[in-house]
């Protein structure tokens, strides 16, 4: 009918009548769409056709003998995640895990709380088949183990958006944009709520006026009713974000938070909705207008305070700079921030500075510190067509690089994410005030009803108010979130100091008192030779620096490091591997080698040798110095305990915990040591391959907690081993695959600093606890008493949410320590 | 209620059926259809369905007449009398002249909110499974979720009652009269001449206007005395009395 009639439309000027494609009425022009099969005479045609065909009853339009018309089946407007299923998809993004399972990171709306982590990790009740589901509330992540074969993702999804939180696949630039939708919807939620609260106010003030004054009942009666149309959009709309979780909560009869919350809310509009209609009793809608406002604020206010702590684009800024010097084509320079460097731009990084960026040099020659990422503190030599990563510290000489990753895609971003996502690893102490925070709601439940039975004798209309002010006021996130909270900012706080700690388990273990088994070279001590003692004739030192300066030898750089420069003139000069230098300086012959090197040329006077003999007892190495076939000085080279070494180890000590070394070096080294940090230590073993440092380990675990702290490499087995690995060198990727801790800073201090960061934590955690136990004592004793009013409730409720959370993040648990 | 204005209500109701068989008349069909019984069974679900339209279209009339109570309230309050008569009137005269002005050619297309389609595309989804009775019912019930303007039109007239209980009967005066010719659906649409059919929709924009114009002159809300005592606890606030009591009570006076 519909396709005869619009024959009528090509014909200009025609005054043809286009009847509608549903109920055959004419439709006005104004209303017809060019070049649209179907036309409608009113937007109520246009719906129900859609309606009809959205819900595949087309056949029903037989009844009205519509011929030939094609069953155009309009899409369901319900969201299927049919593309999570796509086998390009379940590739790039989901990652197997083992005996068969898929593991996939979704990015979820809506999740606020610790009690909407408990509720999506219920998500096995209301997906049958799904394995684990782990939540990562700083990042509002859920990651999701499954059996590919027998559950698809797309109905895990459908699961994940019917509990109240549709998920989406994790991409950073997504992200970004959902929170940033989310946060925008939550905003136009407040702006409704904090309109609706005005206005109800003033209607209040009217009222209460009008209670003590007199009020004719007409007004009386216009007020109550207007009260009640316009807190109507506020419970209706603005509080939905508090029925969805009640709602998921009932369903999945899980406690949480948003259960007290709601009840509250809307027994308190029904209560003022009866005595509204009944024409006499109290309202309580600006009770409940206020604590939908207030609420909402708060919880706007946690979730930017969530979405500020520390996730990897925090950690990142801490090894990589957050600007670069972008060069433009006419070789101007100009500081940019790190995210607007796109691939292909020419960066131009100087002496001294961080290189921002993973790229290639295009310009320019100098020497890389790649100790971040490789361990390997020896400078690499880098020329153009080299290859730079992000964190690396350029030592020599400007060059110019082109970029090609930025920010989380670098080799040192991609690390990060990997210990922000083993962040998630939950310490004991949090698992228990999870189970903890689940009991309190049932039991605010339980004492709401109790406070209402109980007044509803006395003075029924304050019964239905002291009960709501109780559902609101109680607040068990606070002790949901004390620890999450603290421990993610201990982290971040941590890597500003460089330290990286690879989860929240590993920052409570370090509280309690262990045995830590340190590993010397580089640790203990400075990891690296240095001239200790000078025997023999004083004159030739500056002979010995000329020749030495032509080697690149450690202990050619020691005696560099000792001597300083020369400039005398040195001719012939020859290196021998593994024994020494020789050359001609003022037509007489030097020589500078080990003692077998110097025995072989020289003649060595017995003194010197026994010298030598005892230095190497000492484990120190000796030098011996020659001229002209006769040696007459000797220079032994130790590797010196860092100065910083005694005095953390002491403290360390003053902690509780017990010390021991276990090296691979000598020995005679390690004992030199031992005696060199006078302290008590319960074993210093030299010699010990990597195999004997795990077996160690091994024997000690068994006694009690260990704590290793070792070269993140060499060390591996022990590391991995030990209650608490402390990787101190060996480069941050192999480092923290086997410990779980990584210091870029060498030395005992940053570990000194991890222990009382840890315990420290441990008390703000603790701290946290209390203070939200004492909040919720109190406030809830003055609101049975009846001593609160509901909207002073809904502004207690997020005080003590911001108080815990100001708690975490105020605390010093990595200040600098002197 | 006077019949002064229920019949107005039906007549043009009447009128404007005829695109309410054309829009609501699948429904029927819908709901009718796939169903092997017949006869008293049928009827049933029939029944069913007019009486879930008659529910939510007083429950409608009601809230709106409620919600025309309350604007009464502020009126009276500021001095002016019965404001919502008046604004009804307004509206509706201004949604005749609207329509009007669109059968001639004069203006724009308008579609409702996205919300409302989602929510009936999903309820009709959902009530295919059911039995038909049942499902006659649900689609009836759920009828006034559809962006229908006629309907809004009296709802509009509904709220100019100022009350809730005579919002309600002025919905069952609507209803009243779009069910004749939803029943006497063979009979329906296909079956008028065409000439017939292109008046529609000025005979429906001329009874709103009618209906207009009369709330505007305030003939919409003759109060009932009777109905008032019985619906004493509906009504939002009493019911101003066409004069002050002073002046009778001056009257009175020696």
């Not at chain 1, 703000?764 to 009013?789: D, E, H, P």
């Not at chain 2, 679900?45 to 007019?50: C, E, F, Q, R």
Request: hydrophobic share 50%; glycine share 10%; charged share 20%.
């Amino acid at each position: 009918m519909s396709q005869a009639s619009l024959a009528g439309l090509d014909a200009v000027g025609e005054e043809a009548d286009v009847a509608c494609s549903h109920c055959g009425l004419p439709v006005p022009r104004p209303l017809l769409e060019a070049g649209a099969s179907t036309q409608f005479c009113c937007d109520g045609c246009r719906t129900v056709y859609s309606v009809i065909f959205g819900a595949g009853l087309e056949r029903y339009y037989a009844e009205r003998r519509e011929a030939g018309s094609e069953q155009k089946r309009v899409r369901s407007s319900d969201k299927t995640y049919a593309e999570l299923d796509d086998r390009a998809f379940l590739a790039t993004y989901c990652r197997a895990r083992g005996s068969g399972l898929l593991e996939v990171e979704l990015y979820l709306e809506n999740l606020h709380c610790p009690a909407c982590v408990w509720l999506v990790e219920k998500l096995g009740k209301v997906v049958p088949g799904v394995v684990a589901a782990t939540v990562d509330i700083g990042r509002s992540t859920v990651t999701v183990a499954w059996p590919p074969d027998k559950l698809q993702l797309s109905e895990i999804a459908r699961g994940l958006a019917t509990l109240g939180y549709p998920p989406h696949p994790r991409q950073s630039a997504d992200t970004a944009e959902l929170r940033r939708i989310e946060d925008r919807a939550l905003l136009a939620r407040m702006a409704v709520a904090g309109a609706v609260f005005g206005n109800v106010m003033l209607l209040a003030l009217a009222l209460y006026a009008g209670a003590f004054q007199g009020m004719d009942s007409d007004y009386q009666s216009f007020f109550r009713w207007a009260s009640l149309v316009v807190v109507t959009p506020s419970v209706a709309w603005s509080a939905g974000a508090f029925y969805r979780g009640a709602w998921s909560a009932v369903r999945t009869r899980t406690p949480h938070m948003d259960l007290p919350i709601s009840i509250g809310i809307l027994a308190g509009f029904a209560w003022g909705t009866v005595n509204v209609l009944r024409g006499r009793g109290e309202i309580y809608f600006d009770s409940v207008a206020a604590v939908v406002f207030l609420l909402l604020v708060g919880r706007w206010l946690q979730r930017r305070q969530q979405h500020q702590a520390k996730n990897a684009a925090d950690l990142l800024y801490s090894f990589a700079p957050s600007s670069a010097r972008l060069l433009s084509d006419d070789g101007t320079a100009r500081e940019v921030p790190i995210e607007t460097v796109v691939e292909g731009s020419l960066l131009e990084v100087r002496a001294g500075e961080t290189v921002p960026a993973d790229g290639v040099v295009v310009e320019g020659s100098s020497t890389l510190d790649a100790s971040l990422l490789s361990g390997e503190s020896r400078p690499i030599e880098i020329v153009e067509g080299a290859r730079l990563h992000a964190g690396t510290l350029n030592v020599a000489a400007r060059i110019v690089m082109r970029a090609e990753k930025t920010g989380q895609a670098t080799r040192v971003g991609r690390l990060l994410r990997s210990v922000e996502e083993a962040s998630t690893r939950r310490a004991p102490i949090a698992l228990a005030a999870d189970r903890a925070a689940g009991r309190f709601v049932l039991g605010s439940l339980t004492l709401a009803l109790l406070t209402l039975l109980g007044w509803w004798h006395f003075d029924s209309e304050r019964a239905l108010e002291n009960a709501i002010a109780l559902l609101v006021v109680t607040c068990p996130c606070a002790l949901g979130l004390a620890t999450p909270l603290a421990v993610s900012a201990s982290i971040g706080k941590a890597a500003r100091r460089g330290i990286l700690i690879k989860g929240g388990d590993a920052l409570e273990r370090l509280a309690t008192p262990s045995l830590i088994v340190f590993d010397k070279t580089g640790t203990l001590t400075e990891g690296r030779l240095e001239l200790s003692s000078w025997q023999g004739d004083e004159a030739l030192k500056p002979w010995v620096a000329a020749v030495e300066a032509r080697s690149a030898h450690p202990i050619a750089l020691a005696f560099g490091r000792a001597l300083g420069a020369c400039d005398v003139e040195v001719c012939d000069y020859v290196q021998t591997p593994g024994g020494g230098v020789e050359a001609c300086i003022d037509g007489q012959r030097v020589v500078v080698g080990s003692v077998a090197f110097a025995k072989a040329r020289t003649e060595l006077p017995p003194q010197l040798e026994a010298a030598a003999r005892e230095a190497a007892a000492r484990g120190e190495t000796p030098v011996l110095v020659g001229v002209d076939g006769r040696a007459r000085a000797l220079a032994t080279f130790h590797d010196p305990v860092r100065a910083d070494a005694r005095a953390s180890l002491l403290r360390l000590q003053a902690l509780g915990h017990r010390l021991a070394i276990l090296s691979g070096d000598q020995p005679e080294v390690v004992q030199a040591v031992r005696e060199k940090l006078d302290l008590t230590f319960e074993f210093a073993l030299g010699g010990s391959a990597p195999e004997e440092k795990l077996a160690v380990v091994e024997r000690e675990t068994e006694r009690g907690p260990v704590v290793m702290v070792g070269d993140g490499v060499n060390d591996a087995a022990a590391l991995a081993r030990a209650s608490v690995g402390i990787a101190v060198h060996g480069g941050a990727e192999a480092s923290l695959a086997a410990a779980d801790v990584f210091t870029t800073r060498p030395g005992v201090s940053p570990v000194l600093e991890l222990f009382v960061g840890g315990s420290r934590t441990l008390g703000v955690i603790r701290r946290n606890m209390l203070l939200s136990l004492a909040y919720n004592l109190v406030c809830a004793t003055l609101a049975v008493a009846g001593a609160i009013a509901p909207w002073i409730a809904a502004i207690l409720m997020p005080i003590s949410s911001l108080t815990v959370v100001m708690s975490s993040y105020r605390a010093k648990t990595f200040p600098e320590i002197s | 209620m006077s019949a002064s204005l229920l019949l107005p209500v039906v007549g043009a109701s009447l009128v404007g059926s005829l695109h309410c068989a054309g829009m609501c008349g699948p429904f029927a069909a819908f709901y009718s259809g796939n169903d092997p019984t017949r006869g008293v069974r049928r009827g049933l679900s029939h029944l069913a369905y007019h009486l879930g339209r008659l529910v939510t279209y007083s429950v409608l009339g009601a809230l709106a007449g409620a919600l025309g109570g309350v604007a009464d309230l502020a009126g009276r309050a500021a001095g002016l009398g019965r404001v919502a008569a008046a604004a009804a009137g307004l509206l509706m005269i201004f949604w005749a002249v609207t329509l009007l002005l669109e059968h001639a050619g004069v203006g724009r297309r308008w579609e409702g909110p996205a919300g409302i389609k989602k929510l009936a595309v999903k309820v009709m989804a959902q009530v295919k499974q059911r039995p038909p009775v049942a499902r006659a019912l649900i689609v009836g019930l759920a009828s006034t979720l559809l962006p229908c303007g006629w309907l809004y039109a009296f709802a509009v007239a509904a709220a100019g009652t100022g009350s809730a209980v005579n919002g309600a009967v002025v919905m069952l005066a609507f209803w009243a009269g779009t069910v004749p010719l939803l029943l006497g659906l063979g009979v329906g649409m296909q079956s008028l001449a065409a000439r017939l059919r292109v008046h529609v929709p000025v005979l429906s924009a001329i009874a709103l206007l009618a209906i207009g114009i009369a709330g505007v002159l305030g003939r919409l809300n003759a109060p009932a005395i009777s109905l008032k005592a019985a619906a004493g606890m509906l009504t939002p606030g009493s019911v101003v009395p066409d004069e002050p009591p002073c002046h009778k009570n001056r009257a009175k006076t020696p």
